[in-house]
Nanobody, 115 residues
Framework: QVQLVESGGGLVQAGGSLRLSCAASINIFSINAMAWYRQAPGKQRELVAR???????NYADSVKGRFTISRDNAKNTVYLQMDSLKPEDTAVYYC?????????WGQGTQVTVSS
């Protein structure tokens, strides 16, 4: 079992920044990949950014150049630095861990970007 706890969401004006954190209950070395997803009202959950245990990263086209995913193995934590935020980034952001083909989810953190 992997427990994930997100933090760092909130209300920010367009153009501002937020940093989300996802703390895992186990050593993240053992996790194949960790990712951030988001779900806006009335929309499907979508992948925002993903980082593998080897450090490979990929991003949704809509956030490339604005968001950065990183990991701190010593703290068992993954971060999502979000810059130049837009109102369309408003959503609940979820942390996901892929361990041995089993997916684990955090409870989500709300990000609201005002125009």
């Amino acid at each position: 079992q992997v427990q994930l706890v997100e933090s760092g969401g909130g209300l920010v004006q367009a153009g501002g920044s937020l940093r989300l954190s996802c703390a895992a209950s186990i050593n993240i070395f053992s996790i194949n990949a960790m990712a951030w997803y988001r779900q806006a009202p009335g929309k499907q959950r979508e992948l925002v950014a993903r980082i593998t245990s080897a450090g490979s990263r990929n991003y949704a086209d809509s956030v490339k150049g604005r968001f950065t995913i990183s990991r701190d193995n010593a703290k068992n934590t993954v971060y999502l630095q979000m810059d130049s935020l837009k109102p369309e980034d408003t959503a609940v952001y979820y942390c996901n861990a892929d361990k041995l083909l089993t997916g684990y989810w955090g409870q989500g953190t709300q990000v609201t970007v005002s125009s």
